[in-house]
């Protein structure tokens, strides 16, 4: 059992170091979404994301192709990481309990 | 954590590294061999075959790349998350399933600093005597 619980406390600590690097991570990262605007046969890309109870609209510039396909990256990126980090939550929740009962 | 979750991510790896021409460059060592000595029928019997949420990769010496890959990239299109340890630039990469680390085998005096595989755009970890691991070719396993 105690071997057993030793395993539960080095996966505890993992997930909490797991925890960190994905906040770490997302914090590097912009949020929101890319959305383009077509103002007079020209299109303009717009950061949205929420601040509190409104969405932000953010010109992101006068953007070359690939600038814009490399935000849209790291905006993917930012919800793969949030989607992550949400599961690791879960799973540190549920080794939390395991090694408790 | 299900264990059909954690294959599913491991064999992603797997592809993804064997697309990007590293597979045959790496070594896979550590509990989850077993699973694949088993999967790929090497291991009959009864054996157990537990596993951990670590899954290692041996990188061994030297190193043959005949091109750079972004392994990090790779790492990150499935999810996972550099973890850096200390100021050395070492890292491993977890996933809320599995760590994965990238481990050399340690030659001469060894060095406390990780060592950098360019190749892989990777840090490793060395230790000592996976060399033994590395070195023994199929002869010596059948």
Redo the contacts between chains.
Sequence with gaps: MKVLKG?LKE?EE??K??V???E??IAKLPKGSVQLKRIKERDYAYRAYRRGERVVYEYVGDLKPEELKELKKKIE?RQ??E??LR??R??LKEMKRMIRD | MTKSVQFEIIFEILKRFQAAGVLDKLVLVGSWCLYFYRYGSALLGGLPTPRTTDIDFLVPRPFRFEKVTDVPAILEELGFAPTFHGMSGLAVYDHPELRLEFLVPEIGRGSSEPVAIRGLQVKAQGIRYLNFLSSCDNNYIS
Aim: hydrophobic share 30%.
């Design positions: 395993i996966e993992r997930l170091e797991a960190g690097s994905y770490r991570e990126l793969r990481y989607k992550k599961e690791v879960v799973n």
